[in-house]
């Protein structure tokens, strides 16, 4: 009887997570779909990255800064106009690829979401560039979406927005959320991928980008895992991986202002800020759990991803150069 009564409650559960998580991909894609007028990219005016500015300001690519200018804990700094880190680039314009061909002599690009989410919002294609689909979302939320019907040409649809702010008042819900960076770093599936991705920017010719959908969870794993090979410190990672609250700072604080208005707990608040945005502490609790699970992150980087320590010293050789 207490077997039965577990296994429907775990059974509860799951399917309250499968629910969940369709309404994670719909909050990252909000922007994207241009359901809250508040999205919009009002900063076109200096598209061109500068030594003192990584932020790119890309006019149909969201989220988009280059990875140069962080100091190592060896006092090297990363190269510009090598690494980018971005939202998809199903809408980027000439004007980018043009920048991306000119500037970042793009190669490689490395897309991080799912087969429904690449089919309903394919990447442009550039000339000469190579595309490496890297899923990193594990499998199990994947079909959880597939069945669910999560696809970009559904989340216009009314009540994606209303559905979000019920969810926000579901300490449940809320719980679960925190889930899903565990998830991402300590799964086979997703670890082989990030694996991956690492050795294909380690091989690649010219300039390298990767992203996810709007370039916040899955691609700032792949910049922290990225940064964690060059030597980056802890305090540089985290830095890096909340700078996407910037990027999304407006939709955040509308979504809040109305959780707010309802009487929300400070909980709620968080759950839309992590939906929208990203959950730094979340983040930073997924690194403590690899530290507590694999021993470091430098084990992490070698045991789990399979990227050997010859070749992160090789990741630095390549995209490394000694401060000015």
């Not at 399917?15 to 719909?26: C, D, H, N, R, S």
């Not at 919002?121 to 190579?130: F, L, S, W």
């Not at 689909?133 to 209303?162: C, D, F, R």
């Not at 030597?231 to 707010?260: H, P, T, W």
Request: contains cysteine.
């Amino acid at each position: 009887m207490h077997k039965s009564t577990s296994h429907h409650s775990n059974n509860k559960r799951f399917k309250t997570m499968k629910k969940l998580f369709y309404w994670v991909f719909a909050a990252t894609l909000v922007c994207g779909e241009g359901m809250l007028t508040s999205c919009t990219n009002n900063s076109a005016d200096n598209p061109v990255v500068t030594p003192r500015q990584r932020v790119i300001n890309f006019e149909g690519i969201d989220n988009a800064r280059d990875m140069g200018g962080l100091v190592m804990q060896d006092g090297r700094i990363v190269r510009f106009d090598m690494l980018v880190r971005s939202g998809k680039l199903a809408k980027a314009t000439d004007a980018d690829v043009a920048i991306l061909q000119s500037q970042y002599h793009l190669s490689d690009v490395f897309d991080f979401r799912f087969d429904l989410e690449m089919t309903e919002a394919p990447d442009r294609v550039i000339d000469g560039v190579t595309y490496t689909n890297v899923p990193t979302m594990p499998k199990a939320l994947i079909e959880a979406q597939a069945e669910m019907g999560a696809g970009s040409g559904q989340l216009s649809t009314p009540g994606t927005v209303e559905k979000l702010l019920e969810y926000a008042f579901d300490p449940t819900v809320q719980e679960l959320a925190k889930q899903l960076y565990p998830l991402i770093v300590t799964n086979p599936q997703s670890q082989a991928n990030y694996g991956k991705f690492l050795r294909g920017v380690l091989a690649a010719k010219g300039g390298a980008l990767w992203h996810c959908s709007e370039g916040k969870d899955r691609c700032g794993w792949g910049s922290a895992l990225l940064l964690a090979a060059l030597g980056a410190s802890r305090q540089v990672i985290v830095n890096d991986f909340d700078k996407s609250n910037e990027s999304y700072a407006d939709q955040m604080e509308y979504l809040s202002a109305q959780v707010r208005d309802k009487d929300g707990s400070a909980a709620a608040v968080d759950f839309i800020q992590a939906m929208v945005g990203v959950s730094t502490p979340n983040f930073e609790a997924a690194l403590d759990l690899i530290d507590q699970t694999y021993g470091s992150m430098d084990q992490y980087l070698e045991n789990q991803l399979g990227f050997s320590k010859e070749e992160q010293m090789q990741l630095r050789d390549k995209y490394l150069t000694a401060a000015k």
